[in-house]
């Protein structure tokens, strides 16, 4: 077993932020990728304008383009798996209020405090299994009580399936690290675990 390293993104790691999503992340044909996990961190102009530039300059360059930009004005934050001084997995996760339009509106509407949100999860393919999704858990959850917030929630899809459109983990995931279904609509569900 591998020794995995949790790591909040730091100015420091913006670089292997951006390696990760360069090398290793979508690397099996995901339909998720490529991706740089900028959305969750942009509103609906700012995505409007990105996905705009597609056709001019090709998806993933535009995209990396994006994070890249974000990055340097720290506006990405979550967390990075380490195995060894490689980056082989990502987190996004910061406060709820932070993620204008990500969060289902019908998990706002039910708030219970400060609030972390996790909203997406992206592991290297061959690290998948090793309970890395686990141990962001545990970090997000240890770090924001720390920082004083009331509790962490989760947003995932509600399926008996896995399926690759689930990169904001499934329910068992939360159920495993204690959360609670506090609600649900539309097939998702709002997975909340009080500090």
Not at 82 to 95: F, K, L, T
Not at 135 to 141: G, K, N, Y
Not at 169 to 176: A, E, I, V
Request: charge should be negative.
């Amino acid at each position: 077993m591998k020794t995995i390293v949790i790591r909040p993104l730091t100015a420091e790691l913006n670089a292997d932020y951006l390696d990760f999503f360069d090398h290793r992340a979508f690397t099996d044909d995901n339909p998720n990728g490529p991706c740089y996990c900028t959305s969750p961190n942009q509103g609906k102009e700012q995505i409007e304008k990105m996905v705009s530039e597609f056709a001019s300059f090709g998806v993933k360059e535009t995209l990396r383009r994006y994070a890249a930009e974000m990055l340097g004005r720290n506006r990405i934050h979550g967390y990075l798996a380490y195995d060894g001084d490689q980056s082989v997995g990502w987190c996004n996760a910061a406060d709820r209020e932070s993620y204008a339009g990500f969060v289902p509106a019908f998990a706002r509407e039910i708030g219970c405090g400060k609030t972390i949100s996790i909203v997406c999860f992206e592991i290297a393919p061959e690290y998948r299994g090793m309970g890395i999704a686990s141990a962001f858990i545990d970090r997000v959850c240890a770090d924001a009580k720390s920082k004083g917030y009331a509790a962490v929630e989760g947003y995932p899809k509600l399926s008996d399936q896995r399926n690759d459109f689930d990169y904001q983990g499934p329910l068992s995931l939360y159920q495993k690290a204690g959360f609670m279904e506090v609600a649900r609509e539309n097939g998702q569900a709002v997975m909340r675990k009080l500090l």
